[in-house]
């Protein structure tokens, strides 16, 4: 009997193995990914909820390793906001495995430590899972961190080499939603149950749908989009760096992207030049941004020059 509970557990721990084995990633080179997830940062004597959302670019890959680049994000601790800065990553045995370590900063300058190993989980045609521990230092406490997280591309498919066909034209059109200038979810609560309803239909989360008609953009440099003001006010958009540290003016201009005033029912080109990410922001009411992934090979586009155009 003894030996036969044996053979039983060592054909479960066989079969445990190779259902592992069979998982796998799909981390491309060379491509850019959101990870993005929730869990919990424990310490001695508190436990406190925790998020990660990364933007980050992947690197060559060769022989299993290769490096990430985090491109923006944040890591929360309860209602506190800590920006990535100098996090740097790897990419272990072709994905099933990722380390990111570095330093991310608070809103009163406060840094935080953090050193995070993730394990694949389970991939999908809409992503991979991953389990990450690791650990955060915060004025001398140190927490271990447990989070479920979700990595995703933006349509990549592999770099093959195809015969050339003619390219289909097709304009991405990025709406202002109605009652945008007001911070509160919506203008009333009509407008609101109806951002609500768009962005389940869509696909995007409610708290970035609700200002703009998507939530994030991934297109290959050199691809125009058009801005719609579908607002009661007039807009503009500029792109910048987020100022982490100022309460009042949260953004710089970084001189790529100027719309100019985008008059209620006006529409303006935007063409995205160069690789790389951008945020794009209202100058005037700065809870306004949205997040572009400009990268090749990639199914959207956008980019730079402006131009208006009445009615559209």
Known sequence: MKFTNIILLFL?????SFSFGEVHAELLSNNPYILDGSGFAVSKNSIKNSQIDLALSVGFIANGR????????????????????????????????????GKAQGSSNEQITITLFGRLIQDSSQGSIYSFTGKIIENGVSYKLIHTTKVSGFGITPQVTIPPKPIEEKTTILEIIPGSFNQGLSANYIEAGQTRSNAAASGQTDFRARYFSQ???????GTTITIKNNDSVSH????????YNSRYDKFTADGRIDTGLISPGQSVDITFEQMGFYRLYDPNYQWMQIVVYSFPDVDNLNLGSTK???GN
């Open 12 to 16: 479960g721990i066989l079969a445990f």
């Open 66 to 101: 290769g490096t990430i680049t985090i491109e923006d994000g944040f890591v929360t601790l309860n209602d506190q906001d800590f920006v990535t800065e100098g996090l740097i990553g790897k990419v272990l045995r072709d994905g099933k495995f990722i380390q990111i370590s």
């Open 236 to 243: 503009s958009i500029l792109s910048g760096k987020e100022n």
């Open 215 to 221: 939530d994030r953009l991934t297109l290959e440099p």
């Open 308 to 310: 208006n155009q009445q």
